[in-house]
């Protein structure tokens, strides 16, 4: 009995033993221009970006800790002496903000100033929050840094349901903006967007801060590099899908009847349709409905 039950168990582990090593293969790393001396940093499916100056180096969101060290190595053999002088938090979300304490002996680390209450109320249910330093200075609606004779630009974009600390990075003389996940390009808006209630109007209105700013290229925090007009037609994905699932209540439509209507067909090519646009348009449904009350 006993010997039967040793073989069942040496029969369930070895396969679960080759996933984990298959699971431990390395990641997708890279290291890109992106235009003069602004650089895209990719982690799998995350990318930051920096702008190397003549007195070190500005850095965005240090992702994770793995991350970090395999980029200080990179950094350090590329551009010798030049050190990160700042760290500049997208927003607080762990996948992107873990890691900074790797470069906190060189750089000051800068969030918006909802990015602590933010981390306070994810923390509790969410141990990886431990990777993530809080900032040691912020700001609350813009901010320039300048380094060695460059300059980036701290946007808060206001509130929105992804995050309430969002900052997007402007890089004037680069003529690019780097923003994370409320903004990509050719990408229907994630499943988690409208969840809870958040409103279209706030992300229209995040999208159009972005919008306000002199630039050429978006950079953003998942999927491909875009133009401005890219950033637009993210915008007017939110508010066509706001108008029409309206409509369509408005006219006594149920959501079956919305969704099977393919009310955002002119969106089918986009990265993320069939995973996410279904959702997007149940979310709006009963957010919209909501609102009808
Ligand atoms: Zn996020
Ligand atoms: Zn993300």
């Known amino acids: 009995m006993t010997c039967r039950l040793v073989v069942l168990f040496v029969v369930v582990l070895l396969p679960s033993l080759a996933a984990a090593q298959q699971g431990q293969k390395p990641p997708v790393r890279s290291i890109t221009q992106v235009t003069g001396d602004l650089y895209r940093v990719q982690n799998n499916q995350h990318y930051t970006v920096f702008l190397v100056t003549s007195e070190g180096i500005i850095l965005a969101d240090p992702i994770s800790a793995d991350l970090s060290t395999w980029l200080k190595a990179q950094l350090a053999e590329k551009f010798p002496n030049r050190p990160v002088r700042y760290v500049m938090y997208s927003h607080h979300h762990q996948d992107h903000a873990s890691g900074a304490a790797v470069w906190n002996d060189t750089a000051e ?134 108008e029409r699932v309206a409509a369509a209540i408005k006219a006594g439509r149920t959501l079956e009847q919305i969704q099977a209507a393919q009310i955002m067909a002119e969106y089918k090519d986009w990265i993320e349709y069939d995973e996410d646009n279904d959702i997007n348009i149940a979310n709006a449904y009963k957010n919209l409905s909501a609102q009808r009350r």
Request: charged share 20%.
């Open 109 to 242: 680390v800068i969030g918006h100033d909802n990015f602590a209450a933010a981390v306070k109320a994810a923390a509790p249910q969410d141990t990886r929050y431990a990777a993530v330093m809080l900032p040691e200075s912020t700001y609350r609606d813009r901010r320039t840094i300048t380094l060695g004779g460059r300059r980036a630009d701290l946007i808060h974009p206001g509130r929105m349901g992804h995050a309430p600390d969002f900052t997007v990075l402007h890089f004037p003389a680069e003529r690019a903006v780097f923003v994370v996940d409320y903004v990509a390009v050719r990408t229907v808006p994630g499943s988690n967007t409208l969840q809870n209630g958040a409103s279209i109007a706030e992300y229209v209105n995040a999208i159009e801060a972005v919008e306000a700013l002199d630039f050429d290229i978006a950079v953003p925090g998942h999927g491909p590099i875009g133009k401005k007009s890219d950033v637009a037609d993210h915008r007017q994905y939110f508010e066509r899908l706001a």
